[in-house]
């Protein structure tokens, strides 16, 4: 533990510090300089999941990144997993989700992925800490053409999209299956039933429409009540519940009843040594 990065990253109250404008901006500054250093040219994702302070947040980190003379690429919404993926697979140097994961929509955070799709290491975490609390931190900035560019990514959802339609095996498909999603109003919620609905299942959607400040609200994995309640109502054959930043879930059966993670992982087991 250092003295702003946890186990997963900052976490704290939205528009407090750290996680007020100022403290990211200064957040972005480091963590461009850094990888500056080690790259010739450097380019950094920022994806979030639907937090109403996420793009406040996702603004100042981009501004001090860029400030730095480093470009910035912006995913939009879309699961941590996503993000981390996408860090990979379009060679960035460096990919930073803003989300708080399950916890309520005042809350926000920042975790940052390195070029492998992996948390970035304590010792370099470490590092970032001493330089956001440099004095020296924003001096000598590049200016004209030096300073970094931003720009959207459209398609971010489509790319994440067919890469998870690729794990499923061929040979299979969901057609004649009657599946509850709920999306927890959160990052999952364009990409879920999108994936879903072009393997075939026959789709009933909860969670999908996040106004900024639904996301894990009486929905998603901490309240799988309501998924419970949908698929008996439904006659689903299974009910999948995530959570805002869609890293991890909870399982219903076509009875209504939750399957813990030991029995998913059971099945996992099971399918894997076939």
Do not use: W
Request: aromatic share 6%.
């Amino acid at each position: 533990m250092g003295k702003y990065f946890g186990t997963d990253g900052i976490r704290g109250k939205a528009n407090v510090s750290p996680m007020s404008p100022d403290f990211v901006l200064r957040l972005g500054q480091a963590i461009g300089l850094h990888f500056r250093t080690a790259y010739p040219h450097p380019r950094i994702l920022i994806g979030k999941d639907t937090r109403r302070s996420g793009y406040m947040l996702e603004q100042a980190l981009s501004a001090g990144i860029c400030s730095v003379g480093v470009d910035v690429q912006y995913l939009g919404p879309l699961p941590t997993p996503g993000i981390a993926y996408l860090t990979r697979g379009m060679r960035a140097c460096a990919g930073i989700v803003i989300s708080a994961s399950h916890n309520p929509f005042d809350d926000n955070g920042i975790k940052i992925f390195s070029d492998n799709g992996y948390k970035l290491p304590d010792d370099i975490e470490a590092k970032l800490e001493e330089m956001v609390d440099s004095a020296e931190l924003g001096s000598d900035l590049p200016v004209g053409m030096s300073v970094g560019s931003a720009k959207r990514i459209d398609d971010a959802v489509g790319q994440y999209a067919v890469f998870l339609k690729e794990q499923f095996p061929k040979h299979l498909a969901l057609d004649g299956l009657r599946i509850v999603v709920d999306c927890a109003n959160g990052a999952a919620y364009k990409v879920a039933p999108k994936v879903f609905a072009e393997l075939g299942a026959e789709l009933f959607i909860l969670g999908n429409t996040p106004d900024g400040q639904n996301i894990n609200y009486r929905c998603g994995a901490l309240h799988p009540q309501n998924l419970q309640e949908k698929v008996r109502l439904y006659k689903a054959d299974i009910g999948i519940a995530l959570d805002g930043d869609a890293d991890r879930l909870i399982v219903v059966d076509d009875t209504g009843e939750i399957v813990d993670g030991d029995q998913i992982l059971a099945i996992c087991a099971e399918h894997m040594h076939r």
